[in-house]
C-alpha cells in the first residue's frame, strides 16, 4: 500500500489556500515563538489546523498529507531561521516513518502535539545569530551606511519596523541596544580595513563613521583590548607567520 | 469542579476506547446519568475549552475530547430519556450558506454539547431560511453562526437580517476567523465569540441573561 496517497491530492486548487494562509501567518509565527511565546504559536497553528481539518475531516489519508506538509513547511521556515538543519531534518523523518503507521484519530492528535512543540523548540533552541527577513534588512541598512550619522528610527523605518518593536527585537536577538550594536559594526569595518589595507587611521576613522581618531581609538581600545595600531601590527606579525607555515608545510612542486 | 475523576479525564485527554468502562464505574457505583453528565462530562469538556481558550492545546486534542464527550453521552441517553432528564437550554447551530467549513462550528457544538447545552447541528452551507425554520421548529435560545471565509460575512448579514425579519427572540452569537466584535455589532447579532472556548462563556452570559 501506499503511504501517503494524500500527496498527488495536495494538487488540487482548494489546498492552495491552506498554504498561502499559513505563508501569511509565518512571520508572525517565528515571531511568537522567537518571543518565546509558545501559546502564541500555537494559536496561529490553530488557525491553519481549523482549516487543514475542514478540508480533511472526512478523509483521513488527506488530513495526514495536509498535516504532513504543515509540519514541512514550518520546518522549512525553522532552517530558514538558522535552527540545526540536522535536527529539524533526522527529526522530519523519524516523525514521517510514525505517522504512516497511524490510524487513530487520538494517535494523530499526540504525533501532531509532539512533532510540532519539536518542531517550535528547534527554533527557540537556535542559537547562531540568524536574523529574520526585517531584522536582516535593517542590519544591512546599518552595514551600507556606516560612514556617515545614522539613527536607530531612521534604520527602523528603513526596515519598516516601528523604532521600538526594532529596539526590542534587536535586544532579544543580539541582546544589544541599537547604539551598541552599530559601534560593533563599526569596529568590524574597522578591522577589516586594518587587515586588509595600508590606510592611514584618520581615513579609516572616517569610512566607519568615528567622528575623529581620537573617539576612533578610544572605542576601539574599548572594545578590542589594543588601540588599532597595535592590532594592525599584530594582524600583520600573524599574517607573517601563516604564510611563512604555509611555505613550510606546502613546499613548491617542481 | 472536580476534575481528578477517571472519567473526566478520559474525555479532557480524549481516551474515547476508555470511555465505555469508565462510563459503566460511574453507573455501577450507583451514580445517576444526569449526575454524571454534570459532575463528569461537563467539568472535562470545560476543562478542554479552558485550555484551547490559553492556547494550550491544539484543534485535533480538542476534537478528539469531543469525540470522546459524545460517545459517553450517547451511552447515557436512553438513561437519560428514560428519566425525563434534557438539557436546560437549546442552541441552533451551523455554517453560513457558501462556507463548507465545519471544524470551527464543529468545535462550538462540542463546547456547547459540553456545557449540557442540547445542541441541533444543521451542518456547514446552511443557507438563511433553513436557519429560520430550524428556530421556528426547535425554538432555542440561541442560535450559532459560523463563517471560515471572508467571502461568506454577507451571507452572515443576511441570516441575522432573516431571523430578524421573522421575528423569532432567539440570541444570535457569530463566530469564525473573519468575524470581529465590530461587525457582529454592524449585522445585528447580540455577541461575538472569538473561539470554540469563549463561546461557552458568551452562551452563559447571553442565557443567565435571559434568564
Known sequence: ?254 | MNEDHPLTQAIIAGRRKDIPALVQQCLDAGEKAADIVENRLVPGMMAVGEKFKRNEIFVPEMLIAGRAMKEALKLLESRLVAAGVKPEHRAVIGTVEGDLHDIGKNLVAMMWKGANIDVIDLGANVPPMKFVEAVKEHKPELLGLSALLTTTMPAMRDTVKAVRDAGLPVKVVIGGAPITREFAREIGADAYAQDAGNAVDVAMALLQGKA
Open chain 1, 1 to 254: 500500500m501506499n503511504d501517503f496517497p494524500a500527496i498527488p491530492l495536495l494538487e488540487h486548487r482548494p489546498y492552495d489556500r491552506i498554504r498561502e494562509l499559513y505563508l501569511l501567518q509565518e512571520p508572525m509565527l517565528l515571531a511568537a515563538i522567537r518571543r518565546g511565546d509558545r501559546g502564541e504559536a500555537r494559536r496561529i497553528i490553530n488557525h491553519v489546523l481549523v482549516h487543514i481539518f475542514s478540508a480533511g475531516e472526512e478523509r483521513s489519508d488527506l488530513l495526514k498529507g495536509l498535516l504532513l506538509e504543515l509540519v514541512v513547511m514550518i520546518s522549512r521556515a525553522a532552517i530558514e531561521a538558522g535552527a540545526m538543519q540536522s535536527e529539524v531534518l533526522g527529526m522530519n523523518f523519524q516523525f514521517l516513518t510514525e505517522l504512516s503507521g497511524i490510524n487513530d484519530d487520538e494517535d494523530l492528535a499526540a504525533w501532531l502535539r509532539k512533532t510540532l512543540e519539536h518542531v517550535i523548540s528547534t527554533i527557540e533552541k537556535q542559537e547562531d545569530f540568524t536574523p529574520p527577513i526585517l531584522l536582516g534588512k535593517a542590519l544591512d541598512f546599518m552595514r551600507r551606511n556606516l560612514h556617515r550619522d545614522i539613527s536607530r528610527d531612521e534604520t527602523a523605518r528603513h526596515a519598516g519596523i516601528s523604532p521600538s518593536h526594532f529596539s526590542r527585537l534587536l535586544k532579544a536577538r543580539t541582546g544589544r541596544s541599537f547604539t551598541e550594536l552599530l559601534r560593533q559594526c563599526r569596529v568590524d569595518l574597522a578591522c577589516d580595513f586594518l587587515r586588509r589595507t595600508e590606510k592611514p587611521l584618520v581615513e579609516i576613522a572616517d569610512v566607519c563613521g568615528f567622528c575623529d581618531q581620537a573617539y576612533f581609538t578610544r572605542v576601539f581600545q574599548d572594545m578590542k583590548g589594543v588601540t588599532p595600531r597595535h592590532f594592525r601590527a599584530a594582524n600583520k606579525r600573524e599574517h607573517e607567520i601563516t604564510k611563512q607555515t604555509h611555505r613550510i608545510t606546502r613546499p613548491n612542486r617542481r
